[in-house]
């Protein structure tokens, strides 16, 4: 393992998760110019080849954020680490799933919790309940401080959106409810709610598209 | 649906939002449009920053160690990791000692060089092989965007074909049209054209309805007007020659509301073997029996 590799590791295993693996790599492009970390890209082809150091490696990038939204969705922490477990078994199971020309690794990983967190929601029949504790949540919910440009460019993103959106396209992602189900939930006609989904995302993908890293 | 509609659904469709008969048209489209399927895959994309702007949080140990414990089995088919992967220091350091020994052994000999060799041609090859990899799928989603393109470039020549030869007919029909009135019109301004009003009732079902008959030799224009036809009714004249065979002259097409020229025909014999003139009142394609009407006749020529 090199030495930039090392301190890497020690970034993402310390707590500091992506966050700190974006910092570390926004300190190697302003220092060296060029960037020698592991990208997401060639973990997946290490773990293609059955190394399973890659595959820690890319727990320790993501598993914080992957736990953040199983919690999230699922409003309990150990079924949401169930999830974490079950989403990178699966992806040393089959890592050909991953297309790098159809997205990020980041977006693999995280759209593969939510959908098995949403498929648990929607299994143990208790969406009513975790509907309303996510929007109680919502009120509540306390982000971290933005840590480089990446964050920053995000937190724009979802702050620049109209309330209404932004609370509309969270209920959907968080609690995996349908348009209909948001209409009737909102007490909004369901044009209202296709609206909101069609111009939220439209801003977040226009905002957004391009920035993911490393 | 126009595309664009189709357009709209994809950003409720990567959240799993959408639902009813949006989704089944959705589902139904995307596997034949790479425009849309690219279109998801960015929504995906972006819907991905909404968790990420969660504070992240990590999960115990006992989960990470429950995850290599599960892939390090005898069906995860690990192997040890390469110098890019992350590991515990202790794993680290049994490596090390590890990489020593057989370093103090390669000392005496070429078996673990040529070992480390072996493994970075390998590396090398996989690398290559990925690269490979990728520039195909960037093949395939281009060829896909080609074919797609192609499909609607021959849709719209096809669109185009099929509409010059609706036009094409369109034109033959009017000009033909343009050709009976304009022999309509030399017949009524012909001075030897004779004008035979047909207007005897024969049956109440003539209501106020009137012919004219334009005749020169073996031609006949057929102007009608004031008659209530329903749409599947029509008028036919036939002619009495001799005064006992009954000929069908033809049948009033096309008669609109309030009357107009309705027919130009040629007399089934000789001109001068007319007797009477007769209107009857069929069905939309005429009387099955050329040689006598079957619905009831209602106004014949004086």
Redesign the interface.
Same mark, same amino acid.
């Given at each position: 393992? !090199?030495a930039l590799?090392v301190i890497d590791?020690r970034l993402?295993?310390r707590?500091h998760?992506?966050?700190g693996h974006r910092r570390f790599v926004r300190v190697l492009r302003s220092t060296r110019g060029a960037v020698t970390t592991?990208s997401d890209a /060639?973990?997946m082809?290490?773990i293609a080849?059955?190394?399973?150091?890659?595959? !820690?490696?890319l727990?320790?990038r993501y598993?914080?954020?992957t736990? @953040?939204?199983a919690?999230?969705v699922l409003g309990d922490?150990a079924e949401?680490?169930d999830v974490?477990?079950e989403v =990178?078994?699966r992806v040393?199971?089959d890592p050909t799933r991953y297309? /790098?020309?159809?997205?990020?690794v980041?977006?693999f990983v995280?759209?593969a919790?939510?959908?098995r967190a949403?498929d648990r929601l929607r299994r143990r029949g208790a969406r009513e309940r975790a509907t309303e504790r996510a929007s109680e949540r919502l009120a509540k919910?306390?982000?971290?401080e933005p840590v480089d440009d990446t964050d920053k460019r995000?937190?724009r993103?979802?702050d620049g959106l109209p309330e209404d959106q932004r609370r509309t396209? /969270?209920m959907?992602? =968080?609690d995996?409810?349908?348009?209909?189900?948001?209409a009737q939930r909102l007490k909004q006609p369901l044009g209202t709610i296709?609206s909101r989904?069609?111009l939220g995302?439209?801003k977040?993908?226009d905002?957004?598209?391009g920035v993911?890293e490393p | 649906v126009s595309h664009a509609e189709f357009e709209?659904l994809c950003?409720?469709f %990567?959240?799993?939002?959408?639902?009813?008969p949006?989704l089944e048209k959705l589902r139904a489209h995307l596997p034949t449009c790479s425009a849309c399927r690219q279109r998801v @895959?960015? =929504?995906?994309? !972006?819907?991905?920053?909404?968790?990420?702007?969660?504070?992240?949080?990590?999960?115990?140990a006992d989960?990470?160690s429950?995850?290599?414990k599960?892939? !390090?089995g005898p069906h995860?088919?690990?192997?040890?990791?390469?110098?890019?992967?992350?590991?515990s220091p202790l794993a %680290?350091i049994a490596i090390a000692v590890a990489t020593l020994a057989l370093g103090a052994a390669a000392a005496a000999g070429w078996l673990y060089l040529d070992a480390a060799g072996d493994v970075r041609r390998l590396e090398a090859e996989? %690398?290559a092989l990925?690269a490979d990899k @990728?520039a195909l799928?960037?093949k395939a989603?281009t060829v896909d965007v080609v074919r797609e393109d192609l499909r609607r470039a021959k849709q719209a020549l096809a669109d185009a074909q099929a509409h010059g030869a609706q036009a094409e007919a369109d034109l033959a029909a009017a000009q033909a049209e343009l050709e009976r009135l304009r022999r309509i019109e030399a017949l009524l301004q012909d001075l030897d054209t004779q004008i035979i009003p047909i207007t005897k009732k024969l049956d109440e079902r003539a209501g106020d309805g009137q012919v004219r008959l334009l005749w020169r030799g073996a031609e006949l224009a057929l102007v009608g007007e004031g008659f209530a036809l329903r749409p599947d009714q029509t008028l036919q004249l036939w002619t009495t020659l001799d005064g006992k065979a009954v000929t069908s002259a033809g049948l009033f097409k096309d008669l609109r509301p309030g009357g107009g020229v309705v027919g130009l025909h040629t007399l089934p014999g000789p001109p001068g073997d007319v007797a009477a003139f007769i209107i009857s009142l069929e069905d939309a394609d005429g009387s099955p029996d050329p040689h006598a009407p079957v619905g009831p006749a209602i106004l014949i020529s004086e």
């Open positions: 393992m !090199s590799a590791e993402l295993t707590g998760g992506l966050a592991i /060639e973990l082809a290490r080849r059955r190394d399973e150091g890659a595959l !820690s490696t727990y320790d598993a914080g954020a736990l @953040a939204l919690e999230r922490r949401g680490e974490v477990q =990178f078994v040393w199971e297309s /790098e020309a159809r997205g990020s980041a977006a995280l759209s919790a939510r959908n949403i919910v306390s982000l971290p995000v937190r993103a979802l396209i /969270e959907a992602y =968080f995996g409810l349908t348009q209909t189900e948001l296709k989904i069609r995302m439209g977040l993908r905002a957004l598209l993911m | 709209d950003a409720a %990567a959240l799993r939002a959408l639902d009813g949006d @895959a960015e =929504f995906e994309e !972006s819907s991905t920053w909404v968790a990420l702007g969660l504070a992240p949080v990590q999960p115990s989960v990470k429950a995850v290599m599960r892939i !390090s995860g088919q690990a192997r040890p990791a390469s110098g890019g992967g992350a590991l %680290a996989a %690398a990925q @990728a799928e960037l989603m």
